[in-house]
């Protein structure tokens, strides 16, 4: 964000992103090699600018990654995306249109970054087989407060607001993991249960005992956990961490066979 021209700043918990100076639509390789998510730059930049110049994302190898549905759906909106060594040279001269696009399977990345790419095209886009975690609802509340009409015509221009981000809930089930991995306890805090609800029954089942509140997690672990299941992952509404399961899984195999 500071490489564009964006004024940010941190105090405690609060970040805070000034985003009218904006003097630059590129973003370098090495920048974009630092994380996965630097993706959802394009259709941040492509929405407001009509123009950027990436590279391919970097971030973790957990087995092939790919972009083309980011792409796909970006050029089906207007978008001219010319890929040159490496880096992607991604214009929109007339600006992006509303357009009805469908995704061959649920997918979080290409969701968000049709959504900001969408709320300042012109027209209505409408997005099937769309996302559906806690993480996309949170991003249209967002926008939401910042002007966008997520159920109407797209908006002309966006405005700044104050918006508290969701408790991530992989970091939340990864300070579970560990505590039921090292027999312990742990409080955790300021958390949204309701968002973990579908990986908290396999602690439980694992052996841990949960007790929990309206913002707060109890767990505390026995000395040995109990073999799991089969495990299933589902997209949607039927939740899907399958990451995070893995882990959980691949854990606690571990610890049983010492």
């Given at each position: ?173 990864t300070y579970l993991t560990a505590a039921a991995m090292t027999g312990g306890t ?25 007790d929990v509140a309206q913002k707060t997690i109890y767990l505390h672990a026995p ?36």
């Open positions: 964000l500071t490489a564009l021209g964006c004024r940010c700043s941190m105090k405690g918990h609060v970040a805070r992103i000034q985003a009218d100076g904006v003097d630059c639509v590129e973003i370098s390789e090495s920048l974009m090699q630092e994380m996965r998510s630097s993706i959802i730059f394009l259709g941040a930049l492509l929405g407001r600018y009509g123009s950027c110049t990436l590279s391919y994302p970097g971030g973790c190898e957990l087995g092939p990654r790919p972009i083309d549905m980011h792409l796909q759906a970006l050029r089906s909106m207007g978008a001219e995306i010319v890929q040159n060594g490496g880096r992607l040279l991604c214009r929109a001269a007339k600006g992006l249109r509303g357009k009805k696009i469908s995704f061959k399977y649920p997918s979080v990345g290409a969701t968000e970054n049709i959504m900001l790419a969408a709320v300042l095209a012109k027209g209505t886009t409408i997005i099937y087989n769309a996302a559906r975690e806690p993480e996309i609802c949170d991003l249209a509340s967002f926008l939401r407060q910042c002007g966008a009409k997520i159920y109407g015509d797209g908006v002309s221009a966006l405005h700044g607001t104050v918006y508290r981000i969701m408790p991530d809930r992989i970091v939340g089930m742990l409080q955790m805090k300021q958390t949204e249960p309701s968002q973990m609800e579908n990986l908290l029954p396999v602690l439980e089942q694992a052996g841990c005992r949960l000395a040995r956990l109990r073999a799991l299941p089969p495990i299933r992952t589902m997209p949607p509404p039927n939740q899907r961490m399958a990451r995070m399961v893995a882990y959980i899984t691949s854990c606690m195999a571990g610890i049983l066979s010492a």
